[in-house]
């Protein structure tokens, strides 16, 4: 139980264009989904909150406007990086938590590899 | 503000030796902890979490760890390595401000495991 799917597993883009990451909870409800970015050999840093049905909080740092996330229901959360750059190649990773349960483990997708070219 | 630790950022060992990975955490309060592990490019696997209850929590695998609130660690160990446990692992505490729990990860610290 508590698996987590994210499409694309990787993807290569041009600059300029827009990529959008689907982020799954295949077997349970989550009210609450995040989004994390790993660059290469370092940890995972906290991107943005989403919480389904309303706007995301994003993290210090974070721009809402390139970076847009949408969780439209209990098991699908959104990730577009709008006008990618190959600055935005990175590791996104998303996580989600069982709904009602707040101090509920997070389970992990396995990650989405974007390429800038 | 929550914060954690990783001691060693490479950790190598012989298979069939013990494994200890560090883990350091600084809280306000009393904390959530998690142990994650990273195989190359893949997601990360819970391994074990400590939410208050017992001090030595036994995880997936063989690994465990203990949470000392004297010392503010929980370190990872496991009796015997595997060559398949080598990866990247993560020490996670949970910050529970707010009402949700924001994950602040460590470092990392990548074991490698020779035969």
């Known amino acids: 139980g508590a698996v987590v799917s994210q499409h694309p597993s990787r993807v290569i883009c041009k600059s300029g264009t827009s990529v959008k990451i689907e982020c799954r909870s295949l077997d349970f409800q989550a009210t609450t989904m995040f989004w994390y970015r790993q660059f290469p050999k370092q940890s995972l840093m906290l991107m943005a909150t989403s919480n389904e049905g309303s706007k995301a909080t994003y993290e210090q740092g974070v721009e809402k406007d390139k970076f847009l996330i949408n969780h439209a229901s209990l098991t699908l959360s959104t990730l577009t990086v709008t006008s990618a750059h190959p600055e935005d190649s990175s590791f996104y990773i998303c996580s989600a938590r069982v709904a009602g349960r707040l101090q509920g483990t997070q389970y992990f997708g396995p990650g989405t590899r974007l390429t800038v070219l | 503000a929550q914060s954690v630790t990783q001691l060693d950022s490479h950790v190598s060992v012989s298979e069939g030796t013990p494994v200890l990975l560090r883990c350091n955490y600084s809280?306000?309060?009393?904390?959530?902890l998690f142990w994650y592990v990273q195989h190359p490019n893949k997601g990360l696997q819970l391994l074990l979490k400590y939410t208050s209850a017992a001090t030595l929590v036994k995880g997936i695998n063989g690994f465990e760890a203990e949470f000392k609130k004297s010392e503010t660690s929980f370190h990872l160990t496991k009796p015997s390595a595997h060559m398949s446990d080598a990866a990247e692992y993560f020490c996670v505490v949970s910050d529970n401000a707010g009402g949700y729990n924001k994950l602040i990860f460590g470092a990392g610290t990548r074991l490698a495991v020779h035969p």
């Open positions: 809280s306000s309060y009393s904390p959530s």
